[in-house]
């Protein structure tokens, strides 16, 4: 295999600007630029077998400015694809940037809105890697709104749902309703999802009463039954019953009593714990106030 060094310059050489009996000789400027472009894609390759991967996305980089030049604009959109897959390796930031440029050409020049959504996926991911949550947010959204736009509402159900439970983990219960509501109303008929149902109930009536709204969490909790009648017969039904009694009652051991009887059989996740952690504590806090 050739030293990529060597491939990046003859790459170099061919990219250069020619003119009179050189430019002709030579077979044309875009002539040049495809050669040039090849060359970059093979040192780019040749990086990332040896496991460069900061110098093979450099390269790939490189090829996309190329074939901007010759406005192939699917192809700068794939080399910048290459790009994000070796940068996401070594370097989040330069992966991200690389991957905007290419989700934009998809959305602007192809109309290519699955493609969009996703590495719009991909994106959010990224910027949860670095802990950049505004953005990872707005890019689950976009995704959703994306694969929405491209009639598959399956997959923008798991966009929709990244963003819920994310808003509902920093606390923004009311966003997160709002997305869960979405992902129900995707999903009420469709045998598919059905399934998922009682646990995008639960999430939306906990958020609710991470809100501090125990009428509009009974209101909804009554609505499903209405919307999907295997509601009323699952652990999560009762379990949202047993905090309504607590709540009501100000009756802290016994919240504590029927979670944990409900934990032994539907293990909680991180999310449910938290809400349920955040209402526990307006249980006592209630109580505490009927004390005094």
């Known amino acids: 295999m050739l030293d990529p060094r060597s491939l990046v310059a003859q790459a170099e050489k061919l990219a250069k ?16 630029l495809e ?37 192939n604009q699917n192809d700068v959109a794939n080399h910048l694809v290459e790009a994000y897959k070796c940068f996401k390796l070594v370097s989040p930031s330069d992966a991200i940037d690389a991957l905007k440029q290419a989700i934009h050409i998809f959305l602007t020049q192809n109309g290519q809105f699955r493609r969009a959504a996703n590495f719009q996926m991909d994106l959010a991911e ?5 802990d950049d949550v505004a953005n990872a947010l707005e890019s ?24 819920a439970d994310l808003n509902a983990l920093l606390g ?3 966003k997160a309703r709002e997305h869960y509501d979405t992902v129900i109303k995707n999903s009420l008929g469709n045998q598919l999802t059905k399934w998922n149902l009682k ?14 709204d125990i009428v509009e969490a009974q209101k909804r909790s009554e609505g499903y039954a209405e919307e999907e009648p295997s509601w009323p017969s699952t652990r999560e039904y009762n379990l949202v ?11 802290i051991q016994s919240f504590s009593d029927k979670v944990y009887e409900y934990d032994q059989f539907s293990k909680l996740d991180k999310l449910k714990t938290q809400l349920l ?6 249980v006592v806090d209630q109580d505490d106030e009927d004390l005094t």
Not at 199 to 212: E, H, M, P, V, W
Request: proline content about 2%; glycine content about 6%; overall charge negative.
């Open 140 to 163: 689950y959204e976009k995704a959703g709104d994306y694969f929405s736009t491209d009639h598959a509402p399956s997959l923008s159900n798991k966009a929709y749902l990244k963003c």
């Open 199 to 212: 646990d995008y109930f639960l999430k939306n009536i906990l958020c609710t009463l991470c809100a501090d």
């Open 241 to 251: 019953q047993d905090i309504f009694g607590a709540i009501e009652n100000g009756d």
């Open 17 to 32: 600007p020619q003119s009179g009996l050189m430019l002709f000789f030579s077979g044309g400027n875009s002539y040049r």
């Open 35 to 71: 050669e040039a472009t090849d060359l970059r894609v093979q040192a780019a390759n040749s990086y990332r077998l040896n496991k460069d991967f900061s110098s093979a996305g450099l390269q790939f980089v490189k090829a996309a400015e190329l074939q901007k030049q010759l406005d």
């Open 172 to 174: 923004n219960y009311l």
């Open 126 to 130: 990224l910027y949860e890697q670095i």
């Open 277 to 282: 952690l955040k209402i526990k504590n307006s």
